[in-house]
């Protein structure tokens, strides 16, 4: 909850949580940035965040929270350009060396589709991995696209070996397009809304 003295307090109407940090980066002026959790039981409203460093406020701000706001984890290749990290079922991680295949069988990472809940219903709490042999779905529906094609994840749970994060399993389409920059999306959906990430890339031989 304490990183290179820095702390971060999440508070909304009576509730209040201190937020795990993951690591403090300061390259320079601009570009210093803290990457936290957010808590897991934070309220569904605007929270005020608080950055303390040593002891005293140094940044305080406004963040609205939402059931859900999926992200895909990302990486930057041997090209400098960031895309999807996927894994194989081997173990190997696709590259611009070692692209995708028509067919296979893949894993994305992604963080942001809600508080899991085991089969079992437990509630999974902040800084919590998942429970092996007790899965934790996403609580809403998710979809993936690749080249604009809407693919029902294979299997969707959360990670059991880290913090925030869903493996979705999936099926490359067999007739996706060749090309380093293959559209890449996942989406959730709340009540009736599609919630869409930002749009990332594979490469698919």
């Given at each position: ?43 569904l409203a605007d929270a005020t965040v608080t950055v303390q460093a040593g002891g005293s406020p140094v ?147």
């Open positions: 909850m304490s990183l290179s003295g820095v702390t971060v307090q999440f508070a909304s109407a009576g509730y209040s949580a201190s937020s795990p940090l993951y690591s403090v980066c300061n390259l320079g002026p601009g570009q210093e940035y803290l990457v936290v959790q957010t808590p897991a039981d934070l309220p940044g305080q701000g406004i963040a609205p929270a939402a059931p859900a706001s999926p992200g895909i984890f990302t990486t930057a290749m041997s090209d400098g350009t960031k895309r999807a990290i996927l894994r194989r079922l081997d173990g190997t991680y696709v590259s611009l060396e070692a692209p995708a295949q028509a067919g296979e069988r893949l894993q994305a990472f992604v963080t942001g589709l809600g508080r899991p809940v085991t089969a079992s219903g437990i509630a999974l709490n902040t800084n919590q991995a998942g429970i092996s042999g007790d899965d934790a779905p996403p609580p809403n529906p998710v979809t993936i696209g690749v080249a604009g094609e809407v693919l029902q994840p294979v299997t969707a749970t959360y990670a059991t070996d880290q913090i925030g994060v869903y493996v979705l399993t999936f099926d490359v389409p067999n007739d996706a397009p060749s090309g380093t920059d293959v559209a890449f999306t996942v989406t959730t959906t709340l009540a009736d809304q599609s919630v869409l990430t930002d749009s990332t890339t594979l490469p698919v031989q």
